[in-house]
C-alpha cells in the first residue's frame, strides 16, 4: 500500500464485509516515540483463531472474487518493518479488533497519507454504519460519531457536492492538526 490511511481503509472494508453496524477507529500519534497507533474495532460477524491465522496468509481469502488476500499480510510486514505490529483478536458472532503501530521515523514507514479523506469518504458512503473516530496526540484528541454528523444534514442527500465537502473539511480540520503537530507530551 501507498500509505498508511489505506492500509486502514482495506481494514475498515473487511469490517464492512463482515456485516458491521458499528466501527469505531481510534488513531494515537504519539510524539516522543514517534509512533502512530491504530485501532480498528467492529461488531462484525468474527472471525475463528484459524479465520485470523488464515487471514495473514497472502495465499488465502474468503473473497470469491480473488484468489490471493494481500491486505492484512502487507500490513503485518510494513508495519513489521518498522519497528511495529499488527495484532488482532476476534470472537465469533461478537466482532473484530486490528490493531497496527507503525515507527514515523523509521526509514520504510509509509507516508501517513488522507485519513480525513478516507474517514469523510466512509461517513458518506456507508450511511447505514455509525463509525465512532477518536484521534488523539497525548495532549488533545478530537472524537466524533458518523450519524451524529450525518444526522445534521439528515434532509439533504448525501450525494451532494457540498455536504461531502463540508463533512470532509470538518474531519480535515480537526484530525490533521492533531496527527501533523508535534506536540510534546
Not at 500519534?29 to 474495532?41: C, E, F, M
Not at 486490528?98 to 479523506?117: E, N, Q, R, T
Not at 455536504?163 to 473539511?169: A, T
Request: with cysteine; hydrophobic share 40%; charged share 20%.
Amino acid at each position: 500500500m501507498e500509505n498508511i490511511a489505506l492500509h486502514l481503509l482495506d481494514i475498515i472494508q473487511n469490517s464492512i464485509e463482515a456485516q458491521s453496524s458499528h466501527i469505531a477507529v481510534e488513531i494515537e500519534k504519539d510524539s516522543i516515540t514517534r509512533q502512530l497507533r491504530i485501532t480498528v474495532t467492529d461488531n462484525g460477524k468474527g472471525m475463528s483463531e484459524q479465520t485470523i491465522n488464515n487471514a495473514l496468509d497472502p495465499f488465502y481469502t474468503s473473497r470469491t472474487t480473488r484468489k490471493v488476500g494481500m491486505g492484512l499480510p502487507l500490513l503485518k510486514q510494513q508495519a513489521e518493518q518498522t519497528g511495529g505490529f499488527l495484532l488482532i483478536t476476534s470472537e465469533l458472532n461478537k466482532g473484530t479488533t486490528v490493531s497496527f503501530c507503525f515507527h514515523l521515523a523509521h526509514i520504510d514507514c509509509p507516508p501517513i497519507g488522507d485519513l480525513a479523506d478516507i474517514m469523510s469518504t466512509l461517513f458518506v458512503v456507508n450511511p447505514e454504519i455509525n463509525f465512532s473516530l477518536c484521534v488523539r496526540n497525548g495532549v488533545f484528541s478530537f472524537s466524533c460519531e458518523s450519524k451524529q454528523i450525518l444526522g445534521i444534514f439528515k434532509d439533504l442527500p448525501l450525494s451532494q457536492k457540498e455536504l461531502r465537502q463540508y463533512i470532509f473539511q470538518f474531519l480535515s480540520e480537526n484530525m490533521n492538526w492533531l496527527i501533523h503537530q508535534n506536540v510534546p507530551q
